[in-house]
């Protein structure tokens, strides 16, 4: 897919890993629509980079569709999705007072993580299956899961269970979008220097960034920017997940 002259969505685009997608994707060219729900820097980065910020949230359906129109008014018929909007507070099942965690605090990581990707994706898609394919794709979509998808650590039941979810959606529906020329990719990020990382201290930011084996550090956005580039550009990637890790395994905790 040629990036340049063509329209795309990133979802959690303000800053970020979906920050530095935003970036990396009006630098190449295209025509980026940012959605988020922080206004301000949502806002601050559209004007950044050229392109246009529509404040949504991924887990309304009637908000995604109008808000996936309302790109496609401004630039044109998007043939890129980036999912990249996604929460995380831990929470271990049973807590130290002995009490299992509320019900609503799992559904409330899993219904943004998971069911807000696939509520953007499936909106998206059905906008763009009628349109006409550019050579043979219509688009693709990349969406963001996590290492803790495979090694989720102790807390993280509800994070690894969203992103699980999210890896085990991905060929099934890279299968079904095949005779549409859309394909559907995943990227499961390790330690990333993404907003919470980067609100620690210094000497915490460096411990984690010691676990990874190499290149031992916490990634850069940017590298999964560029991850995203490389599989936007590559007609034969589809379907299949991609650890950006620096090969690092999580411990329990």
């Known amino acids: 897919m040629q990036i340049d002259g063509t329209a795309a969505i990133v979802t959690g685009g303000a800053s970020g890993l979906g920050g530095a997608t935003a970036d990396m994707l009006a630098e190449a060219g295209a025509k980026v629509t940012i959605f988020d729900l922080n206004e301000d820097l949502g806002e601050e980065k559209a004007r950044a980079i050229g392109g246009a910020?529509?404040?949504?949230?991924?887990?309304?359906?009637?908000?995604?569709?109008?808000?996936v129109a309302k790109a496609e008014g401004l630039h044109g018929k998007a043939r890129i999705l980036v999912n990249?909007?996604?929460?995380?507070?831990?929470a271990k099942v049973v807590g130290r007072d002995g009490n299992a965690i509320p019900l609503a605090d799992f559904t409330s990581v899993v219904n943004v993580n998971l069911f807000g990707t696939f509520n953007v994706l499936s909106k998206w898609a059905a906008a763009l299956m009628p349109a006409d394919p550019l050579g043979e794709e219509r688009g693709v979509v990349i969406n963001t899961a996590s290492v803790a998808a495979y090694d989720g650590q102790i807390g993280q039941a509800a994070y690894a269970a969203s992103k699980g979810g999210i890896v085990g959606m991905t060929l099934p529906i890279a299968r079904e979008f095949a005779r549409s020329g859309i394909r559907v990719m995943t990227i499961a990020p390790g330690l990333f220097l993404t907003p919470l990382l980067a609100s620690l201290p210094q000497e915490a930011q460096d411990s984690l960034g010691a676990q990874v084996p190499f290149p031992s550090r916490l990634g850069d956005p940017k590298e999964y920017a560029m991850m995203a580039h490389s599989i936007v550009v590559n007609p034969m990637l589809n379907g299949e997940t991609i650890r950006l890790d620096g090969a690092i395994r999580m411990a329990p905790r």
């Open 84 to 90: 990249c909007a996604g929460i995380g507070p831990p």
């Open 53 to 67: 910020f529509i404040k949504v949230n991924v887990t309304d359906e009637s908000a995604v569709e109008e808000a």
